[in-house]
């Protein structure tokens, strides 16, 4: 079974860009977390998605935004990005929301340097 | 608020035990998990615990005290390859769970 995959692996913005990142989980599994991890901050909680409703939500600005679509492939989207954003982004898939007993499978994430 | 705290680094000798604690303050709780992740590389998933004890999975062992509020991660006869940081998350209880993460702790093993 292929595992969770995250598309482009490495991107540079500049200030004040826009990215989309993609993640297709593992077939069968419908929930996708996205997290930020950044080396003082470890992993931060982005959002959760969820047969293509969002669950829940980190604490981040509006500026990150995501979806996930019927196949439950899901996309986040920055918008104006700033330099504090260069990070890696990873996306988490699991058969049931991370509310329950099963455990998140990792992609191998999209690192984002914004300059 | 909810926390979890973690020692931020940890060495140990090829061969030796190592115990990685593991301490949360979480609005409720409704398991916890232990993962691994290589430098440059995506976390892997190592155990989980949500009733207190010892689980054991052949070198790797994690225990959980939920009264403590607490958990730690046993690796035993270790590998240079178990160099890695090893994160911890809770899962909260209520209408809106999700998993609390740790900072991780980096383990350096020396040969």
């Known amino acids: 079974k292929a595992g969770v995959t995250q598309t482009p692996r490495y991107l540079i913005k500049t200030r004040g860009q826009q990215v989309t990142l993609s993640c297709s989980p593992i077939s069968g599994h419908r929930s996708v977390s996205w997290y930020q991890q950044t080396p003082g901050q470890g992993l931060q909680f982005l959002f959760e998605y969820f047969s293509e409703t969002q669950r829940n939500k980190g604490n981040f600005p509006g500026r990150f935004s995501g979806r996930q679509f019927s196949n439950s492939r899901s996309e986040m989207n920055v918008s104006t990005l700033e330099l504090g954003d260069s990070a890696l982004y990873l996306c988490a898939s699991s058969l049931r929301p991370s509310g329950s007993a099963y455990e998140q499978y990792f992609g191998p994430g999209t690192r984002l340097t914004v300059t | ?111």
Not at chain 2, 11 to 27: D, F, H
């Open chain 2, 1 to 111: 608020g909810q926390n979890i705290d973690q020692p931020t680094e940890m060495t140990a000798t090829e061969g030796a035990i190592v115990q990685i604690n593991c301490t949360y303050q979480t609005s409720g709780f409704n398991g916890l998990f232990w993962y691994q992740q290589h430098a440059g590389e995506a976390p892997t998933f190592l155990s989980y615990n949500v009733l207190d004890g010892l689980e054991e999975k052949g070198r790797f062992s994690s225990f959980l005290s939920r009264s403590k509020g607490y958990s730690y991660l046993l690796l035993k006869e270790l590998q240079m390859k178990d160099s890695a940081s090893y994160l911890c998350a809770v899962r909260n209880a209520g209408n809106n769970r999700k998993l609390i993460w740790g900072l991780g702790t980096s383990l350096g093993v020396n040969p």
